[in-house]
């Protein structure tokens, strides 16, 4: 027999932590305000053995386990959308530069790609009622969107009856996503921590991480689920242009990026 949504949750357990726009939240009391440009009611949670049913699987090479610190995560629930949304961040060590062209490196002069404390980007949102993913909303070229909807893309491990994993390529060394139907994919646990982005956000802040991205991008996953939003970076900064030039050029993993929605 199925396991419904709602008895499966039960199974494993919640610890949720209930928030609304713009409160903080009780397991970083540190942490900064949630951004004022968010509007919608948000329930924010991070059972851990939760975010393990739905956490992406990575086909990744063995230089990027090597600097993959570890999979952060968190849940959101909102009575305004028929969706829940299961967030996480890939953190790395650095990002290296690539071997590059001419051209490649005269751009690099103005924009370099390299940098410390790498972090990736998947939402994985799903049907509140059932829990069957209808779409990953993923990087896929320097924080640029790339949308998953295709079940050959999702595989079925830690739910007994769900494909509930999107299988994801890391692309070396930028670390953006390629869908990946191959599933030569892994969780990162053996290799690197599996842990609560809410507990990690105050630090992060501290880190720099958020001052070029969207705000709103950043705590409202359904901000980047409408498809009206084409990048995590917030608009007019260095970054959200230097990718897109990037991208214009072909350079930087440009031959790798994967459909995206990009404006």
């Known amino acids: 027999m199925p396991v419904s949504r709602r008895r499966f949750v039960a199974t494993i ?34 059972d851990l053995e939760e975010l393990r049913t739905y956490q992406p699987l990575f086909n990744i090479s063995p230089a990027a386990r090597e600097k993959l610190i570890g999979l952060y995560g968190w849940k959101a629930t909102s009575p305004e959308h028929p969706t829940d949304a299961y967030y996480y961040w890939a953190r790395y060590t650095h990002q290296e530069p690539a071997s590059a062209s001419y051209l490649d490196r005269a751009v690099g002069v103005l924009a370099s790609d390299a940098h410390l404390h790498d972090t990736e980007p998947v939402i994985v949102f799903v049907d509140s009622e059932t829990g069957k993913p209808e779409q990953a909303t993923v990087t896929g070229y320097h924080h640029y969107a790339t949308d998953v909807t295709d079940g050959r893309y999702f595989i079925q491990n830690e739910h007994p009856d769900l494909a509930t994993h999107v299988t994801l390529g890391v692309v070396d060394p930028w670390h953006h996503y390629t869908r990946d139907a191959t599933h030569q994919v892994a969780t990162v646990e053996g290799f690197a921590e599996f842990g609560s982005w809410l507990d990690k956000r105050a630090e992060w802040a501290d880190d720099g991480m958020y001052e070029n991205s969207s705000n709103a991008a950043i705590d409202d996953p359904w901000y980047m689920q ?21 991208l214009w050029m072909g350079l930087r993993g440009a031959d790798n990026a994967d459909s995206l929605r990009i404006e």
């Open 226 to 246: 409408s498809g009206g939003r084409s990048t995590w970076w917030a608009d007019g900064t260095r970054d959200a242009r230097a990718a897109k030039l990037w």
């Open 13 to 46: 357990g919640t610890a949720a932590v209930a928030t609304v726009a713009g409160s903080s939240s009780a397991s970083a009391d540190s942490a900064p305000e949630w951004s004022s440009a968010v509007t919608t009611e948000i329930n924010r949670s991070d």
